[in-house]
């Protein structure tokens, strides 16, 4: 464009091109915080919040603050995915963005149960219930803002935008976690645990200033051109009177897949130190290598949803997990670096993020516009509560349970996960969700 003084205007810039960043980057510092937590509740909070006279007791009930997060997560996805519909996504991916990061920092500064007793873990669990509220909130609106800027043929290359974030910040928190636990236990326990939370204080400063350049959603702008019927909306209880069986499928495949990805990144990690004597740094490096392959697999598998469709490519996850469900656990008894890392690659580098890639565009078109948030953070997080808290504290008390510490019972935890998410993606809702999307006549007249 040429202005009336000579000078070339600077195209504007695309709208995608700011809501890449926006949805990439603030997912992944966000989860680079809720990942880190889970690390450190099997590494190193057990020893310095809770009573150390049985180290297996500490360690589970280090994990249970890790399972407090997920109960808070439904509140966060139910309240903030109510404003998200009503007042916009934009506003609600900063605001969480905020929560999630002040909490991670300070509990960076908490006290240990040595100098502060019982006040230390009362705190460690308080600020872990508000990242769970920032968490519960974040990828449902991430996915939904992502979907709402694809056109038809990119859904499942653009839908798979949060599921990059998400393991960006696994891939930096485990190396992280690798690194701090490469100097020993005595500088992890003492106070190298708390650099990279004391670090979010910064990350969060770039990571607002990032969701703040983001575009509001052309789908979302649409329905609120009508100001008086977004006012009188009320998208909980549309949601649970006329999209039901949508909420069912997402909450079917969150149940399942929350479960197997939580058991095999964080009770793998608990399970090879304190029950195979593997040093705390293999499981880590192995983590950080299969994210390092999960950020390769997930826009392969985006692409390959545009081509193919979501739904297959669940389905087809959801076997390959029922699969890997006994070799898992084959590779990591053998107590050797090069098995533990194929068989986490496998899981978490192949496995699992292709299912989270092409989650993005399958539970978006569950549901209506009016109604997408509400639907991606209820059902993700009630059912993300219910499985990816509790399962990996439930295979620790399996094979803490076991005279022999077997892990036959872990393994059918994953088939049923696997079951959960074939099923859901076989009763796909795409059709019935595109049917109640308002007709272009109808969108003209309020407009």
């Known amino acids: 464009m040429t202005l009336h003084n000579g000078a070339t205007a600077r195209p504007e810039p695309s709208p995608r091109k700011a809501v890449g960043p926006a949805v990439v980057i603030g997912s992944a510092l966000e989860w680079f915080d809720f990942y880190l937590y889970a690390s450190m509740a099997a590494l190193v909070f057990g020893r310095l919040f809770f009573p150390a006279s049985n180290p297996t007791t500490a360690t589970l009930a280090a994990m249970a603050t890790f399972a407090v997060g997920f109960l808070a997560r439904p509140f966060g996805g139910i309240v903030f995915g109510i404003l998200g519909d009503k007042y916009g996504r934009k506003i609600v991916l900063s605001a969480t963005f905020l929560l999630m990061g002040i909490s991670s920092g300070l509990i960076g500064l908490l006290p240990t149960y040595s100098s502060a007793g019982i006040v230390a873990p009362i705190l460690l669990v308080v600020l872990r219930l508000l990242q769970g509220l920032g968490a519960g909130a974040e990828l449902g609106s991430a996915i939904a803002v992502a979907y709402e800027h694809a056109d038809k043929k990119s859904r499942g290359r653009l839908g798979s935008w949060p599921a990059l974030g998400v393991n960006i910040g696994l891939f930096v ?174 899981a978490t580098g192949v496995v699992v993020p292709a299912m989270l890639a092409a989650q993005g565009a399958f539970l978006s078109q569950q549901f209506p516009t009016k109604v997408r948030v509400s639907g991606l953070g209820t059902g993700r997080e009630v059912g993300g509560a219910f499985s990816g808290g509790l399962a990996p504290l439930a295979a620790l008390a399996l094979v803490t349970a076991s005279p022999t510490h077997a892990t036959w019972g872990v393994s059918l935890l994953f088939v049923a996960g696997a079951l959960f998410i074939g099923v859901g993606a076989l009763f796909d809702q795409t059709k019935r969700a595109e049917a109640a999307e308002p007709a272009p006549a109808e969108e003209a007249v309020r407009s």
């Open 173 to 346: 928190s485990s190396l992280t976690v690798t690194v701090l636990t490469s100097f020993g236990n005595e500088f992890l326990y003492d106070w190298g645990w708390r650099i990279p939370f004391i670090a979010s204080f910064l990350l969060v400063a770039l990571g607002f200033w990032v969701r703040r350049q983001m575009p509001e959603t052309p789908e979302f702008e649409k329905i609120a051109r009508d100001t008086s019927a977004r006012k009188k909306a009320k998208p909980l209880r549309s949601l649970i009177k006329s999209d039901w069986r949508g909420l069912a499928v997402v909450m079917a495949i969150t149940i399942g897949y929350n479960g197997v990805s939580y058991i095999f990144k964080t009770f793998s990690l608990s399970y090879l130190s304190e029950f195979r004597d593997v040093a705390a740094n293999v499981g880590a490096f192995g983590i950080s290598l299969a994210s390092a392959c999960a950020i390769l697999t997930v826009p392969i598998a985006g692409r390959i949803c545009d081509s193919v469709g979501a739904k297959k490519v669940i389905i087809t996850g959801a076997i390959a997990t029922a699969a890997l469900a006994f070799p898992f656990f084959w590779l990591l008894d053998s107590g050797q670096s090069l098995y533990i890392w194929i068989a986490l690659i496998l």
